[in-house]
């Protein structure tokens, strides 16, 4: 077209190559414009277990204060988050499937942000520059070392624990309260007073059991820290304080949930290559 | 997912809706430039098309329409001819631009589509100089902007769907491109480069040559130029005295009795000076084509800048080939309504048809005694402005004796008739005399600053020559000065068309007709301008030019302020990088993956790290409380930096 320009010297055609040159200029300043005063901003759930899936939260914080975003694909390590519109000073999330085959320390170093806008002739890059460092806590295996403990708990026996539960000790009666269980509306009580009662029932407190890592007898590695894994989050979804002995460290018996995070995470790191 | 309340639009269809549209507007822009025929097959395939469209299936496999395109052109190219090479070629990219709409579309295939649009808008350019080529141009960069964006989103995604809102947004948004990008490409079109002969000009088709004057008149042929309502000419000049303005084109010397003629002229260098004294008026002549060879400029023209002119001697000025293409020139005339000449040929201008009535004769002999060439004259003139003939336009004696009929029977007429008669009678007394052909009057447009001068406005008048004084200009038609001026009582929408005849003129003032020599001036005009500012202080465009560059200044003035006190306000990251700086004089150099303290922590000097923890826990109390520096916290900070 600018050749034909010049050659008939044809000034119409001269104005069709003026705005044809401005529009790819412009669409060039509106392309990498739209790469920048952008953020990512990736969120992961507490718990990444290594070889299954989980749902990344990808933000995209759109920083420009006329422009949106069009377009804009995220990579992190090789998956793909994709924004087809993001407002102007606003922000955006999508969840992306990812999943991780090894336990350890993780980096996402590899974080860039891509388009093809305005025009689907060539992509823009830009590296962001930013770290997310995560740990990927140990594949849960089903072994046989969790039966052992259960049998172990079981040869101790129970003791129950002074907070409420919903085993089979009663504790106490008291005024039903809205979304109590029916199964646990006393109903002789309710009779001889005229109004609801439930029933307070004990909750069994397991017999603590420490895992000594060491003392694990599975030869392979990665073997024994998932089965130590999944007999760790097992026991404790059944109530059974445990504990961990790992390389000097000893993490003393409990229930809770951050804890079963943090034995986790030392099991994750363990001679993390 | 259908979401109550909240209609969706799929991205595909959007696409498909806009390139519709474009493909419309394409079509309409070359449709009064090519056979119906092809127009017809094109709306019939466009419309087959969006049935295939609607029913989403493409009945006709793409081989076959593959193979049709072929056909088309091999046809097309057997039956080429340079005349309508253009055309033809339109005519093919329109079958192809049909053909395309009628396969299945992909992201490629779209793509094709606006390419050979803006084909066809270049063939536009190339069939026509209309000012409507611009409104075209404007739509189609808006639309294919748009359609650009949208099928983007497509490439990426061919099954999205966008609410409408956003559907909405992502429209308004991506016309953010056109709207930067069309005066940008008015900047572009004056820098681009452009060269004096361009090799494929012929391919410029020429504009369709309207009526006008060519050099055979046949009394009352002018009415049929007259009755044209198109325009002859702009002229950009100062506005002077409508009595003067005659524009002169073409000289007719000999009259068989119905037609007047134009002999062989010898040509005369353009150096060769002409006389006549009077005020003298440099015009920029817009020229549009019609049928002949010859330029138009105010009368008495002393020189005219085109290249390839050529002067004759009875003072008109011709191309060397049909005027075909709108032109542009400069010209320099006389206002005067002598041109002195020392002798003439009277064979020439004494010339009177064969058979010549006597009763001519004997008019001609009654109204000039033949003692003085002036009385002679002025008497002639009176006779035809006495009253007893009238000026009309219609019914006008198209005979074998047009003369006879118009001074003895009808008595009426145009201008003609009265510029015939009265140089058959100049002549029959022994005045040389010769027919000028050209244009009365004009409309001023005093915004653009030029004149206006319609096909209607065509005139003949009379040149009779004196010894001593050479040819004096004599119009005999009664009153004509009202015939062709802007009268009070002028209809409104004349006016109007007057007023919105600018936008025409600067088209093609400034568009049409900017070329390597325009933009040389510019060049010029700037590097003159940008060398020598103090000897044009006081000229009107370098004060414009002053104030733009003191506006420039001040905005760069307040920019770097607003950027300075942006700035302080990040002097927590300058404080930094003061620290950093002093450090790194020590040979500590901080990684970008180190936090503070980290950083700080291993430094191995210790004083060193003393003295950078100070600064360390001090800056951090301020920084993680979320207060502001102040003045004292600054200098602090500072002079815990320059002691390390």
């Known amino acids: 077209m600018g050749i034909s320009a010049i050659n008939t010297g044809n000034n119409l055609v001269y104005l069709i190559v003026a705005a044809l040159l401005s529009f790819m200029g412009i669409s060039g300043f509106f392309g990498k414009n739209n790469l920048s005063l952008v953020d990512i901003d990736i969120e992961f759930p507490q718990e990444i277990y290594a070889g299954s899936a989980f749902p990344l939260k990808v933000t995209l914080i759109n920083k420009k204060r006329v422009l949106p975003v069009f377009l804009m694909k995220v990579n992190i390590d090789g998956h793909t988050a994709f924004f087809p519109y993001v407002e102007s000073k606003s922000k955006s999330s999508v969840y992306i499937n990812i999943s991780f085959s090894r336990r350890g320390r993780k980096e996402i170093e590899d974080l860039y942000i891509y388009s093809v806008f305005p025009f689907n002739f060539f992509t823009r890059y830009k590296r962001l520059g930013k770290k997310f460092e995560f740990i990927v806590l140990p594949q ?105 002995k790992i390389k000097d460290r000893l993490y003393n018996p409990d229930i809770t949930q951050s804890h079963k995070i943090n034995m986790l995470r030392e099991l994750a790191i363990y001679e993390d290559r | 997912m259908k979401i109550d309340n909240v209609t969706t639009i799929k991205i595909k269809s959007l696409v498909t809706i806009i390139s519709y549209l474009i493909g419309a507007i394409g079509f309409i822009s070359v449709y009064r430039y090519i056979n119906p025929l092809y127009s017809v097959a094109f709306v019939f395939l466009f419309i087959l098309s969006m049935f295939f469209q609607y029913k989403q299936r493409f009945y006709i496999p793409k081989w076959s329409l593959n193979i049709f395109s072929v056909l088309l052109i091999a046809f097309n190219l057997y039956k080429i001819n340079t005349e309508e090479l253009i055309t033809q070629i339109v005519q093919v990219i329109l079958m192809i631009y049909a053909v395309k709409f009628l396969e299945e579309k992909r992201v490629r295939d779209y793509m094709q589509i606006y390419t050979l649009t803006l084909f066809l808008l270049a063939g536009m350019g190339l069939l026509s100089m209309n000012i409507s080529f611009s409104v075209f141009l404007v739509i189609i960069v808006i639309m294919l902007s748009t359609s650009f964006v949208l099928l983007t989103f497509y490439s990426q995604e061919p099954d999205m769907e966008l609410t409408k809102k956003t559907a909405v947004r992502i429209v308004l948004k991506s016309l953010y491109i056109p709207c930067l990008a ?229 008595r009426y007429g145009n201008c003609e008739y009265f510029a015939s008669a009265c140089a058959v009678m100049l002549r029959l007394a022994g005045i040389p005399a010769r027919l000028v052909g050209g244009y009365r009057g004009g409309y001023y447009n005093d915004v653009g600053r030029y004149y206006l001068v319609p096909q209607k406005n065509a005139h003949v008048w009379v040149e009779a020559f004196l010894e001593n004084k050479g040819w004096v200009r004599l119009d005999p038609t009664p009153a004509s000065i009202d015939n062709f001026a802007l009268s009070k009582k002028v209809h409104f929408m004349f006016r109007m068309r007057l007023a919105l005849d600018l936008i025409n003129y600067y088209w093609y003032a400034f568009v049409i007709n900017y070329n390597l020599d325009r933009q040389l001036g510019i060049v010029f005009a700037i590097t003159k301008a940008v060398k020598r500012p103090d000897l044009k202080f006081n000229t009107k465009t370098i004060k414009h030019l002053k104030y733009a560059a003191m506006f420039i ?74 207060r502001k520096l102040n003045k004292d916290d600054i200098k602090r900070l500072k002079d815990i930096i320059k002691a390390i």
């Open chain 1, 140 to 244: 849960l295996k089903q072994c046989t070392l969790l039966a052992l403990y259960e049998k172990d708990r079981r040869l101790r026996g129970d003791r129950t624990s002074d907070s409420t539960g919903y085993e089979t000790d009663i504790v106490s009666i008291r005024e039903y309260v809205y979304g109590d269980p029916m199964k646990y509306i006393n109903w002789k009580a309710t009779a001889k007073t005229g109004k609801l009662k439930t029933k307070e029932l004990s909750s069994l407190l397991y017999r603590p059991v420490i895992i000594d890592f060491d003392e694990v007898a599975i030869n392979d590695t990665e073997e024994k820290i998932s089965c130590i894994a999944y007999s760790v989050s097992k026991l404790i979804k059944n109530n059974t304080p445990i504990g961990l």
């Open chain 2, 182 to 410: 069309i005066p940008l490409s008015v900047v572009m079109f004056v820098i681009l480069p452009r060269t004096q002969y361009p090799i494929f000009d012929f391919l410029n088709r020429a504009d369709k040559a309207k009526t006008g004057f060519t050099n055979k008149v046949r009394l009352g042929a002018v009415t049929n130029i007259q009755e044209d309502a198109s325009i002859i000419l702009r002229a950009n000049m100062e506005k002077i005295n409508n009595d003067d303005l005659y524009w002169r084109g073409i000289v007719l010397d000999f009259f068989d009795g119905v037609s007047w003629t134009s002999t062989d002229k010898n040509p005369v260098p353009q150096s060769s000076s002409i006389i006549a004294s009077g005020k003298t008026i440099k015009q920029t002549i817009y020229l549009e084509p019609y049928a002949d060879r010859y330029l138009f400029a105010l009368d008495k023209p002393a020189f005219i800048y085109l290249r390839g002119i050529r002067r004759l001697d009875d003072l008109t000025f011709r191309m060397p080939s049909f005027i075909e293409r709108r032109l542009r020139y400069d010209t320099l005339s006389i206002i005067s309504d002598y041109l002195f000449e020392s002798h003439v040929d009277t064979k020439i201008y004494l010339q009177v048809p064969e058979g010549i009535s006597q009763d001519i004769k004997n008019l001609a002999k009654s109204i000039m005694k033949g003692e003085d060439r002036m009385q002679d004259i002025s008497s002639l003139i009176s006779f035809f402005n006495s009253g007893s003939f009238m000026y009309s336009l219609k019914n006008l004696p198209i005979t074998r004796t047009p003369l006879d009929d118009f001074l003895f029977k009808n």
């Open chain 2, 553 to 626: 200044m001040i905005s760069l003035l307040l920019f770097i302020i607003v950027k300075v006190i942006m700035k302080k306000r990040d002097v927590e990251r300058l404080l930094l990088s003061q620290f950093y700086k002093r450090l790194d004089r020590y040979g500590y150099k901080k990684r970008e993956s180190q936090g503070l303290e980290e950083f700080v922590e291993g430094i191995k000097d210790d004083n060193v790290k003393t003295k950078a923890w100070e600064f360390t826990r001090q800056f951090e109390e301020l920084y993680y409380r979320d």
